[in-house]
């Protein structure tokens, strides 16, 4: 099963970092958040992705191309074409990374009918490129199987950003919680799509629009809950947020050695 990548994005929440890069190659830890997202994915086994560039696809480009170079050591001849010899091999060598540039400002279901040809007639995983979260990948597809939907949505409830405060009509404080989570479920990407997604998608679409809605009238959209880590990084704040954890080397999305 292929993995389609969403890393298209302006990034507006978090222009002091994607002024000149897409949120997707925003770093932790020295390595852009799409490599983490990448290893989570290869860790239980999908090892082909189509990544749906935009907004500075140059810059995904261009670290993928040279993945070889940044990673091992070479040897290079300096007359001619400089024939290349590379030392070693890296974790990532069996990997099939196809760079698909789907325009800068294409909206989420435009940028996947624009890849349907590197996917054809098969299942597929689709997520954001910017979300972090130790999904257990293998339960998500029985679960999609289970309900037989045409596009199944990983959800959780997330932490609230602040506090929340109980009190009494004379204004004093019943109980406070610190960060409690959210009453309702959200989609955090992580989906299980069935090549009939494509039939559904318009050029102009946002996928979390009319396509989801269209699916969930028709009883096609299914969910799996995920009670784990998730993570996104749509702010400064989130970023750091997943630096700390990873510093710490209590990276809870890493699942790999």
């Known amino acids: 099963m292929k993995a389609v990548i969403l890393a298209g994005g302006l990034g507006t929440r978090m222009r002091e970092e994607t002024e000149f890069r897409p949120k997707p190659m925003v770093e932790i830890g020295g390595k852009p958040i799409l490599w983490h997202l990448m290893k989570i994915l290869s860790s239980q086994g999908i090892r082909e992705f189509v990544v749906c560039t935009g907004y500075r696809g140059d810059v995904i480009r261009d670290y993928f191309y040279n993945y070889s170079f940044r ?9 001619g074409m400089g024939q290349v010899k590379f030392h070693g091999s ?113 050029s102009d679409d946002v996928l979390e629009e009319r396509p989801l809605r269209h699916l969930a009238k028709e009883g096609k959209l299914g969910s799996f809950h995920h009670d784990g880590f998730w993570q996104p990084m749509d702010t400064q704040r989130e970023s750091q947020i997943l630096n700390d954890l990873w510093a710490r080397d209590s990276a809870p999305w890493k699942l790999w050695e």
């Open 71 to 79: 990673n091992l050591d070479f040897t290079t001849r300096l007359e």
């Open 90 to 202: 890296h974790g990532e060598s069996d990997w099939e990374v196809t760079i698909a540039d789907t325009g800068p400002l294409t909206m989420t279901g435009g940028r996947i009918k624009k890849i349907q040809k590197y996917i054809g007639d098969e299942r597929f995983l689709l997520t954001y490129g910017d979300g972090l979260a130790n999904v257990d990948l293998s339960a998500l597809v029985k679960k999609h199987e289970e309900l037989r939907s045409a596009l199944t949505i990983t959800t959780t409830r997330p932490t609230s950003r602040f506090g929340v405060v109980s009190r009494d009509v004379s204004g004093k404080v019943i109980e406070f919680l610190e960060k409690p989570p959210s009453s309702e479920d959200v989609n955090i990407g992580y989906m299980i799509a069935e090549p009939e997604l494509f039939s559904l998608l318009r």
